[in-house]
């Protein structure tokens, strides 16, 4: 029960901050603002001349899931959380993102 | 009669009860089971909208249906608006991460502070959308059951009786998709306005449990933010 206790007054579940104030906060929202950016040069400056618009929609998808990564990890802290939450939390995500991207491949095949 | 003997042996192990075996509140890990189940949600929509647009052919252009900013009018901006909407997203999040880092810190006077900021991001963001939304609904005449999207010359933009269409679904999906994403920031502003009003009176302070409840409610923010990035890159750029 002490154990308990202790465990809801906070201690244990809230932990001391992992790394800087830097580290937590302003370089993942870096990450994020750079990528989102670099989303924006390849949908207006690059032509589909240059990059088939197939490419640009592979590494939209992968520079989508590089932004959810940092979200989740680092706004959402999964990744300083017991493996056991994390995996509850990250193994459905990862079958959904992957029916996702099967969907936008695949469905066309529907079309005949 | 023989009264009940209590059970010899008495269970200690992390899943016996009486402890936290991922290391997280009651509260916190329903939220995040909440919010694993609200992803479903989010990926059926977005599974359907990818198997709706990949059967059809006829497709509006992201570049040519998000291409207004407010007060240029007729200017021509691709993507620009939804750009600063990203923005604001992004920056409402990054000021609920420093709340929830005050109230680690039980630094009262700044969860209040980041607390109201994410609330004015969330209702900028808001704000955005009620103005792309109308934009597209009376200037680009973009309705649930058509839209202006179509090339004249190609005939599978046409219905069988002969009126043209863009693909009718586009407005559906973009409606229903965008607007139940807007109703969870809506949903997220007034949560995090009921969680400034009992911080501000200092309920979260007195708990000793470094302002779960903001945390908790960050979680909430921070997995909008993360849907808007899915619906993002469905809508605007593929």
């Not at chain 2, 449990?209 to 945390?215: F, L």
């Amino acid at each position: 029960m002490a154990d308990l206790h202790s465990a809801q007054s906070g201690h244990e579940v809230a932990g001391e901050p992992h790394g800087t104030v830097y580290q937590r906060i302003w370089r993942p929202f870096l990450i994020l603002l750079v990528v989102t950016v670099a989303e924006f040069i390849i949908a207006l400056a690059i032509p589909d001349s240059l990059m088939p618009k197939g490419y640009k929609n592979a590494l939209y998808i992968v520079l989508t899931i590089a932004k959810a990564f940092y979200i989740v990890s680092f706004f959402m802290h999964l990744r300083f959380e017991r493996a056991g939450l994390i995996y509850a939390i990250v193994v459905p995500l990862a079958f959904i993102v992957a029916l996702i991207a099967a969907m936008f491949a695949e469905a066309g095949y529907m079309a005949g | 009669m023989a009264s009940s003997t209590p059970s010899a042996t008495i269970e200690t192990g992390t899943w016996a009860g009486g402890k936290l075996p991922f290391g997280a509140s009651f509260g916190k890990l329903m939220m995040w089971f909440f919010l694993l189940s609200d992803a479903f949600t989010f990926s059926a929509l977005l599974i359907a909208y990818a198997v709706i647009r990949q059967t059809h052919q006829a497709w509006p252009l992201p570049d040519a249906v998000f291409n207004s900013v407010p007060f240029l009018h007729g200017v021509n901006a691709p993507l620009v608006f939804v750009g600063i909407m990203t923005f604001i997203l992004i920056m409402s999040s990054v000021t609920m991460v420093l709340a929830v880092d005050a109230g680690h810190r039980y630094d009262k006077k700044n969860v209040i502070l980041y607390l109201v900021l994410t609330i004015i991001g969330g209702l900028t963001f808001l704000g955005c959308q009620a103005w792309e939304w109308t934009h597209m609904i009376a200037d680009q005449g973009v309705s649930l059951s058509g839209n202006p999207f179509f090339d004249p010359n190609n005939p599978i933009y046409f219905r069988p009786d002969g009126s043209p269409t863009g693909a009718i679904q586009f407005g559906q999906l973009f409606f229903v998709i965008t607007g139940f994403h807007g109703f969870h920031v809506f949903s997220g502003v007034i949560i995090l306005i009921l969680v400034l009003v009992a911080a501000i009176d200092g309920k979260y302070h007195n708990r000793g449990n470094h302002y779960e409840m903001v945390e908790k409610v960050g979680l909430y923010w921070h997995f909008v933010d993360l849907v808007w990035v899915f619906v993002f890159t469905s809508f605007y750029l593929l």
